[in-house]
């Protein structure tokens, strides 16, 4: 099990929990968290068991969970890379490179981030891919996977997920926005870290085809996000995710990896 260290950047007010308790999941309206709390990961299912650690490093890298789909990696070298910004309000550490999953308005607010270092690279669905071939960027700090996404709201022409790779070795799957794909199925074999699954259950899979999905990945630490229409983090529909290795990470929370 991965040693993991956990801390929130922001507060949250304190009617959270309670406007958290009366909402539903387009999958489960009316389903019932129990006592639990953003920031918190439910208790896991039966024969199932969440990632409560993140492994231990004197450098080592974060990555914080804007909400929605947005997230920003910081490196072990101090590198700063932002995927799909949209939700949040983190945006003032200077960028180097920013990932863009695919072209919808909730993903591809790069007007956020005015602060950029020299150098800075964006990366969207039209770099990612060319002539139809998924590319790989070898950037030093980072080794960008483009891999596949797409589903009948989203073309898999125009549409990618990244899998990272960072110098110290630290593999993330960024799924965007996406249902089950045939490449999923090889990815179990690179014994994945980090692994993000869309669930919305309206523009992409639910939380039934991403458990699934997240089986077959079979990553250390498994994550829900993009979860629900119109809302950065669901609780509920976030302890509906089912995987060996959860991990819930609530909107504005940061995590050493």
Do not use: W
Not at 44 to 56: S, V
Not at 100 to 111: G, L
Not at 238 to 255: S, V, Y
């Amino acid at each position: 099990m991965m040693n993991r260290k956990r801390f929130l950047k922001s507060i949250l007010f304190p009617v959270t929990a309670a406007v958290l308790l009366m909402t539903g999941c387009a999958a489960n309206i009316g389903h019932d968290s129990g006592a639990d709390t953003p920031g918190t990961a439910p208790p896991a299912p039966e024969g199932q068991e969440n990632a409560t650690q993140a492994p231990e490093s004197q450098d080592a890298a974060t990555l914080l969970y804007q909400g929605h789909a947005s997230i920003r990696i910081t490196t072990a070298e101090g590198k700063v890379i932002y995927i799909d910004p949209y939700a949040g309000e983190d945006y003032g550490l200077p960028a180097d490179l920013i990932l863009i999953t695919h072209e919808h308005s909730d993903h591809n607010r790069v007007e956020l981030i005015d602060s950029r270092n020299p150098g800075c690279e964006v990366i969207t669905e039209k770099e990612a891919l060319k002539d139809g071939k998924r590319r790989t960027f070898e950037l030093g700090y980072v080794t960008v996977e483009t891999v596949e996404a797409g589903n009948k709201n989203h073309d898999p022409t125009e549409c990618v997920g990244y899998i990272l790779t960072l110098s110290d070795g630290i593999q993330i799957y960024i799924s965007g926005d996406t249902s089950r794909t045939a490449q999923m199925e090889t990815f179990a074999e690179r014994n994945l870290d980090y692994a993000f699954f869309c669930c919305d259950g309206v523009y992409n899979m639910d939380m039934a085809e991403a458990s699934e999905c997240a089986e077959l990945v079979g990553a250390k630490c498994s994550i829900p996000y993009h979860m629900a229409p119109g809302k950065l983090f669901d609780i509920e529909c976030a302890g509906q995710f089912k995987a060996d290795g959860r991990l819930i990470i609530a909107a504005g929370e940061e995590i050493a990896m």
